[in-house]
T-cell receptor, first 112, second 114 residues
Framework: GENVEQHPSTLSVQEGDSAVIKCTYS??????FPWYKQELGKRPQLIID?????GEKKDQRIAVTLNKTAKHFSLHITETQPEDSAVYFC???????????FGKGTSLLVTP | GAGVSQSPRYKVTKRGQDVALRCDPI?????LYWYRQALGQGPEFLTY????????KSGLPNDRFSAERPEGSISTLTIQRTEQRDSAMYRC????????????FGQGTRLTVV
């Protein structure tokens, strides 16, 4: 099955700096790559996703890039704010009929 | 309902007892997933349904774990003869048309086996 590796496991940045989280996947047939944010004690929520027909997607301060050849994708958060502090999970799956597999998560801390 | 609903929110059970965890997905969502999430870790895939059909159960740890979704809506995850190592947060998620669309998570059931 799909194996998703995520790095780093923890990340601390100063408010206003950028944060980058990287993931690799093993299944070359995977074509959907979502990112979830989970605040302490809450459920994971989707923040952005990308499909394999595009290489980059941006939504305000958040962007995701995908390199299908290398089988890796990254989350970029610019102008970080304390409320960005949370655990972020990447995931990968094929089209419908296959499971959505998650990375182990990155705990992001943004200090004022 | 407005979101994915799981019950109970908390369950404490004695080792050796059976437990049933319930998930009520968003109305109309085709796909339903069960995950187990350890503290500070990513959701670990357990099993997945499209409508009432169990598409993939490769993540179930052993034959004490089973799941069903008989009418393509509510799902039940059953753990028989619980063991302490089964203690975890069990999360359900649903998506509209499949694993390549947004998955909405429930608030989870915190299972503690004593």
């Amino acid at each position: 099955g799909e194996n998703v590796e995520q790095h780093p496991s923890t990340l601390s940045v100063q408010e206003g700096d950028s944060a980058v989280i990287k993931c690799t996947y093993s299944d070359s047939a995977s074509n959907y790559f979502p990112w979830y944010k989970q605040e302490l004690g809450k459920r994971p929520q989707l923040i952005i996703d990308i499909r394999s027909n595009v290489g980059e997607k941006k939504d305000q301060r958040i962007a995701v890039t995908l390199n299908k050849t290398a089988k890796h994708f990254s989350l970029h958060i610019t102008e970080t704010q304390p409320e960005d502090s949370a655990v972020y999970f990447c995931a990968a799956s094929r089209i419908s009929g296959y499971a959505l597999n998650f990375g182990k998560g990155t705990s992001l801390l943004v200090t004022p | 309902g407005a979101g994915v609903s799981q019950s109970p929110r908390y369950k404490v059970t004695k080792r050796g007892q059976d437990v049933a965890l319930r998930c009520d997905p968003i109305s109309g969502h085709v796909s339903l997933y069960w995950y187990r999430q350890a503290l500070g870790q990513g959701p670990e895939f357990l099993t997945y349904f499209n409508y009432e059909a169990q598409q993939d159960k490769s993540g179930l740890p052993n034959d004490r774990f089973s799941a069903e979704r008989p009418e393509g809506s509510i799902s039940t995850l059953t753990i028989q003869r619980t063991e302490q190592r089964d203690s975890a947060m069990y999360r359900c998620a649903s998506s509209l048309t499949g694993s390549d669309t947004e998955a909405f998570f429930g608030q989870g059931t915190r299972l503690t086996v004593v």
